[in-house]
């Protein structure tokens, strides 16, 4: 008898202890992080989406924004930050990144799960090892919808992340 109030003694002790250790554990929203300010909010335009891109995002008044119908370029000099909007049959953004990455030889040295204004996101910085490009990339899942906003210029790193943070869906 003594023996199994102790076994039980222990397991209860372990049940309460992972619950406080998974409670640590949770994923990180966008008023947890703390990105690199470089862009002060004076210094901020808004940009509204027109046709089926359907995004609100607030860009740096040096970016110039080039939309087509797929996806929207914001310039700065030579270098950019895109944002694409892909359709998805796949009901959730983990089960469309395992299927875009098996098609891929992507090397990730990074990866971050969020929450970006209530929606399903991560972010990841990304090796392309067939053609040695290096991105980073913000993934939002909405609706079967997946936007997409990178970069490959490392020194737009910081806007990029000013933008996705920004990021709003307007239906």
Do not use: C, H
């Not at 003694?9 to 250790?21: C, K």
């Not at 087509?68 to 944002?83: Q, S």
């Not at 909405?142 to 997409?148: D, G, L």
Request: hydrophobic residues 35%.
């Amino acid at each position: 008898m003594r023996k199994i109030i102790i076994l039980a003694s222990v397991v209860i002790i372990l049940v309460l202890a992972s619950g406080f250790i998974l409670k640590g554990i949770k994923k990180q929203s966008i008023g947890n992080l703390k990105p690199t300010p470089t862009v002060s909010a004076t210094r901020l335009k808004t940009f509204k989406s027109s046709g089926t891109m359907k995004f609100t995002v607030q860009i740096p008044n040096t970016y110039e924004p080039d939309e087509k119908l797929t996806y929207v370029d914001f310039k700065k000099g030579g270098d950019l930050v895109d944002v694409i909007r892909n359709g998805t049959n796949f009901g959730s953004l983990d089960e469309y990144l395992k299927n875009s990455d098996s098609r891929k030889n992507l090397k990730i040295s990074s990866e971050r799960i969020l929450e970006i204004n209530g929606y399903e996101a991560k972010d990841r910085v990304e090796f392309n090892k067939d053609n040695g490009v290096s991105q980073k990339v913000y993934y939002i899942y909405i609706n079967n919808w997946v936007y997409i906003i990178s970069t490959k210029s490392e020194t737009l790193y910081s806007d990029l992340d000013q933008i996705a943070q920004s990021f709003r869906y307007t239906p």
